[in-house]
């Protein structure tokens, strides 16, 4: 204030006549030099770039005192004036603003009003009147140059227009107004309120240090040759049983590889958490805990145990068995607790060498303080929706939040529930779906969105810049819109290159979207930045300088079935130095067990001689030996279920060209031809019905009519093969005698047969060349 006073006092202190000289020339007369080189730098650097320099910055009004801070900003052109009275702040002597208080004299109003109006009057119009004019912050040191090596700002509290394709600017990478309140280089662990003591003493602890496996992990130094083994040699595997996972498949490339056991109890402070999270777990776990609990096992439920047991050592883990009704949100929590205690941790470790490094003595950089990565954001989250991303962050604040007493501030809350959350009355009346389908797609079911999180002193910003963030959460389509393709100017996966954990969880709905989205981010993801960004490099540890990122980073996999491309995710992708861990359970019993009526099931094996050549086989065995059995008009009412769209196309192509009286469903028809197809099947105005997967996935209807029954392939999910099956029991016209159901198969679709017809059946099916005929009696 002293220094806002001082230039007030110096217009002041004019008289009318040098007020006046001032205005008209620009300049004071040389009784005063330091009033006249202000105003002549001014003068002559405003009026000759104010058209070409303008730079964008963050306004944001935060109410700390709430827990819910809810922010708004207004994003503002400022000009060379501006930034010529951001570099003026540091001097004492060369220091003026605008007076906001509107007691200030009539006088020094004029004045103050006549040097601002030459260029400065819409940006001071649109902020009702007032305008600090050292609202550009200066850049910390080590910070980013928004302006020059990114591709632009997030309007952090106003609308989300990142995925608008008309807006000529990606807003999500930079912040320039809250970057000293939530960056790490320029805060301290003793500013830390409530455990920084307890912290520090934890931390000072060797012991505590050293097995700790975060530190274990992050701290191990890999040698080129363990590196260059990793990259070339195949990887050794071993089996071990779980009482609750079941059999798991360890598998590591590396020698000293040690299969690990189950814990049988497990104490919360063995498991190394942070601070807040030994006490606010338990109560936020609690709900999943049962009465036959042991006391010694009060924390986590025999699923999450032995999940977290796997998470803790740092090895990359795939589950194949999550489930939207049975143990979804078990698992949702638990990985959510893994990822909250990594950034804790490495936050804490930052704060702490931040406050070593400032009671230091100045000289030569010390590599004991290299604990950061080239970007900041160190776990990636994808989920499919943005109910997902909702459930996510209330499980953050749970996690974070002590007590009642000890809330954290969490900013731009109010603008995060309007985007991510539901209003239940939107939801259609009378609209009746399997109970998994309510599971998956309960809530904001929007595709499309990405988020940071900023985690820091007791605080966490919603929205936050990219490489300002923590986490990031988002979908596939959301990571897709920003990494963008080989080409393009506006694109950005820089943000990605120093990702320590990525949680993939529910992969089998990735299927149903588009899996292209998947691979493409996970071909750009541990990648050396373009663009510097900030760093610095005496602060970035070695294994990110000599680009071993990927060899270091956790991937954490979560579907609801096997299936050969999640697989693919798992064992390409996959380079953790430390392992990988699957669980690999063969189902006893298949889906087929669940069909009600009584029907015969024709499995029809086709030979091919690679996974590539399956597409062409298919299609030729399908026209030449299964649609002449249905040519007749006795086989009327056939429905052929085809999982990928483009055999839909192929096969929709060839029935219009061979004239063939028929109708189709696919996700992308309209209600109106949707209804049309139905009723035309239903009288049998149409012979055959071509019906995708995705269309059964998304919508589920049931469709009346069917007599005879064709899948293409066997179903993505294998509980759609007894749901296609069991709808012929929709309409009762006195035929079931003529119902049948015919499968093509070939032994490239082992993991699909086994879940609809189980492990040993499958395995007879594969030894034999021959069709498998199967009745079904209707008895579960």
Known sequence: MGKRRGGRELLRSLSKRQKKHLREFGEEHPFYDKLRVFACCLLGCYCCCYYTCVFPFQSENSDKSSAESDSETEVEQVSVYHKLLATLKTSPESESEEEDDESESEEAGESEAEMDSEGSQDTREADGGEEDKNDVPEQEEGTTDTAEQTLGQEQADGADTSCDPSHEVIEEFTDVKHESEFSLETNFMEEESGDCNADKRDSNSSQAFSEDPFKQHMDKEL???????MSTLPKTSSQSKWPRLGQLTFSSTLEKHKTLKADKEVDVKQLYLHKPLEYTWPKVNKQYLSSMNKPSDAFFTPLQRELFCIMNTYRDLFYPERNALTNGEEIQHAYCLHALNHVLKANAQVLSNNAKRRDQKPGPDNDDYRDQGLTRPKVLMIVPFRECALRIVHIFISLLEVNEKRKIDVSNKKRFKGEFGFDPEEKPPNLKRPEDYEAVFAGNIDDHFRIGVAILQKSMRLYAPFYSSDIIIASPLGMRTIIGAEGEKKRDFDFLSSIEILIID????YLMQNWEHVLHLMKHINLLPLEPHGVDFSRVRMLNLNNWSKYYRQTLLFSALQDPQINSIF????????????VRNVPLSGSISHVVVQLPHVFRRLEAENITSVIETRFQFFINKVLPEYRDAIMSHTLIYVPSYFDYVRLRNYFKKEDLNFTHICEYTKKGGVCRARRFFLKGEKQFLLLTERFHFYKRYVIKGIRNLIFYELPTYSHFYSE?????????NGADATWTCTVLYSKYD?????????IDRTAQMLQSKKDVHLFVTGEN
């Not at 064992?571 to 699957?582: D, E, I, L, S, T």
């Not at 082992?750 to 189980?758: E, F, I, P, T, Y």
């Open 506 to 509: 529910q992969a089998d709905i």
């Open 750 to 758: 082992a993991q699909k047969l086994a879940a609809v017809v189980g």
């Open 724 to 732: 296609i099956c069991n709808m012929m029991k929709a309409t009762d």
């Open 571 to 582: 064992n390409k992708h996959c380079f953790n130095y430390m392992g990988q861990v699957a």
């Open 223 to 229: 040698e080129e040759k363990e590196v260059e083994k």
